[in-house]
């Protein structure tokens, strides 16, 4: 897991990790052993967080929205200050969406579940937050995470995936206003080999392999991700989405 001004927070698991890189490269909070359980780091890299949303900066679902159609930082234009940009770049909120879309990974950006019909032992659940999705646009996003030395680029922490959802309960709110993919990333899921890079990749964390089940485990989790890509490049054809490189 990975600590920063004090806050614990729990670590994504190997293939969580492991999907991250092989689409995304972006800054994820590493294990320091390579174990499937958490391990605590301390890293004063990374922004002072609220104790509230967990987050170096303050943004909510309504805010967020807002600085998607603004396009902050993209190719290198100036923000104006009434747009109300913050330093991250736009392309990371792009990055972010698909990666926690894959895992389903609801709690940076559907903290309260509004998107989806969640189980009682969710913690949105738990913690009786689902009643505040009627007014969605006033809810706070949280594990909103930079460096300090790079402001304009999201450090994933809190990643754990969920792959025990059904197709007819996907939170595809996950995806809202997001009008741009990376096209590193779509290349990946259209030419069908991440399965291929995964299981080499995952075979040669044997812990990690064996806590799974060994291969017949680490295949079924890689076809849940299969699906869910083929499913999110429908919807990125349906919906007219862009496809860029996003290097910036």
């Known amino acids: 897991m990975k600590v920063s001004a004090g806050l614990v927070f729990p ?5 969580d990790l492991q999907v991250a890189a092989f689409l995304l490269c972006p800054d994820v909070a590493l294990p320091l052993d390579g174990r499937p359980c958490p391990v605590i780091l ?6 002072p967080t609220s104790n509230e949303t967990h987050s170096s900066i303050k943004l909510t679902w309504g805010t967020y929205q807002q600085l998607l159609k ?7 234009r100036v923000p104006k200050p009434e747009w109300g940009c913050t ?12 990666f926690d879309f894959l895992l389903q990974i609801y709690n940076r950006l559907d903290s309260n ?24 646009d006033a809810v706070a996003l949280a594990h909103i995470i930079q460096r300090k030395h790079d402001p304009r680029h999201l450090v994933f922490i809190d990643n754990k995936g969920f792959f025990d ?10 995806l809202e206003g997001i009008k741009e993919f990376p096209e590193s990333a779509v290349s990946v899921l259209k030419s069908q080999h991440l399965r291929q890079k995964l299981l080499q990749s995952l075979f040669l964390d044997k812990v990690y392999w064996e806590s799974q ?23 990125i054809n349906a919906h007219g989405a862009k496809v860029l490189p996003m290097n910036e």
């Open 42 to 47: 301390w890293d004063s890299s990374l922004s």
């Open 11 to 15: 670590e994504a698991s190997v293939l």
């Open 213 to 235: 089940g060994g291969r017949q485990g680490i295949e079924k989790l890689i076809d849940v991700i299969e699906q869910r890509a083929k499913i999110l490049l429908t919807y």
């Open 70 to 76: 603004q396009k902050c930082w993209q190719n290198g």
């Open 87 to 98: 330093e991250i770049h736009h392309h990371e909120w792009s990055k972010m969406a698909l």
């Open 165 to 174: 959802r059904s197709e007819d309960n996907l939170n595809f709110k996950l």
């Open 113 to 136: 579940c509004c998107g989806f019909r969640p189980r009682k032992e969710d913690a949105c659940v738990q913690n009786g937050l689902r009643p505040k999705c009627d007014n969605q």
